[in-house]
């Protein structure tokens, strides 16, 4: 694995760590104001991470398929 491809990897792996701990922040302040306001940003932020997930493996397998 090449170094550009190694801190690359690194950069990802931190940018979903914060991804994930702004939305267990979100998710905790929600949950003291209105229970559909709670639950319709739980569906939103789980769209969401389903969506930047599914564009990551397509990119991914793309991208093997040109290496």
Known sequence: MSPARF????VKVKI???FAIVAAFLV???AIM???ISFAIAVVLLVASAIYKFVER?????GYLND
């Open 34 to 36: 209105d229970p559909y």
């Open 7 to 10: 801190i690359k990897n690194v």
């Open 16 to 18: 979903e760590s914060i």
């Open 58 to 62: 397509q990119e991914r397998e793309r």
């Open 28 to 30: 905790l302040f929600t």
